[in-house]
T-cell receptor, first 112, second 111 residues
């Protein structure tokens, strides 16, 4: 099993550009999450999904959008990149709400 | 609100030293508690967890006991190795879908 995979690993964006961070899991998990990790900080939840077609905001959703058309995929969209979105982004999945979350390797994003 | 507080790092130790990383929490209910580890360049991995008071989670020589009376979940290991160098995150999970993380503690172990 590949687990949770994320692409790209690293990306540089110019202010105002848009991009989609991809996340795929092959564990048939219902729950998926997007976090951002800023230097010296813990992880902050951006969006999460409890199943295909259902998404909800986390702690820091502004500037991001998500969709969940399939169980496997949970892409994160940045429409107008800003320097404040420079961060490392982690996708995670879990079978149920109270179960262990499995994390992808992360995407490092730099907005200049 | 609900939160997790961890000791600031970095924690620097020699190989075979005893490790303690403190973690305390504030929660309105009865959370499950977790320690995640992040090795350089990788995502987070679950290290151990405890789901109720007095439970002890353990894995790879690491232990943590869920102390409701002190709202703590301190991570300990009797003899650290260089390969334990990583960032350790304490986290709690309430009756919601969301993990709440501490800020992480970097551990550096030297030979």
């Amino acid at each position: 099993n590949a687990g949770v995979t994320q692409t790209p690993k690293f990306r540089i964006l110019k202010i105002g550009q848009s991009m989609t961070l991809q996340c795929t899991q092959d564990m048939n998990h219902n729950y998926m999450y997007w976090y951002r990790q800023d230097p010296g900080m813990g992880l902050k939840l951006i969006y999460y999904s409890v199943g295909a077609g259902i998404t909800d905001k986390g702690e820091v959703p502004n500037g991001y959008n998500v969709s969940r058309s399939t169980t496997e995929d949970f892409p994160l969209r940045l429409e107008l990149a800003a320097p404040s979105q420079t961060s490392v982004y982690f996708c995670a999945s879990s079978d149920r709400a109270q179960e262990t979350q499995y994390f992808g390797p992360g995407t490092r994003l730099l907005v200049l | 609100g609900d939160s997790v507080t961890q000791m600031e790092g970095p924690v620097t130790l020699s190989e075979e030293a005893f490790l303690t990383i403190n973690c305390t929490y504030t929660a309105t209910g009865y959370p499950s508690l977790f320690w995640y580890v992040q090795y350089p360049g990788e995502g987070l991995q679950l290290l151990l967890k405890a789901t109720k008071a007095d439970d002890k989670g353990s894995n790879k020589g690491f232990e943590a006991t869920y102390r409701k009376e002190t709202t703590s979940f301190h991570l300990e290991k009797g003899s650290v190795q260089v390969s334990d160098s990583a960032v350790y995150f304490c986290a709690l999970l309430l009756n919601t879908d969301k993990l709440i993380f501490g800020t992480g503690t970097r551990l550096q172990v030297f030979p």
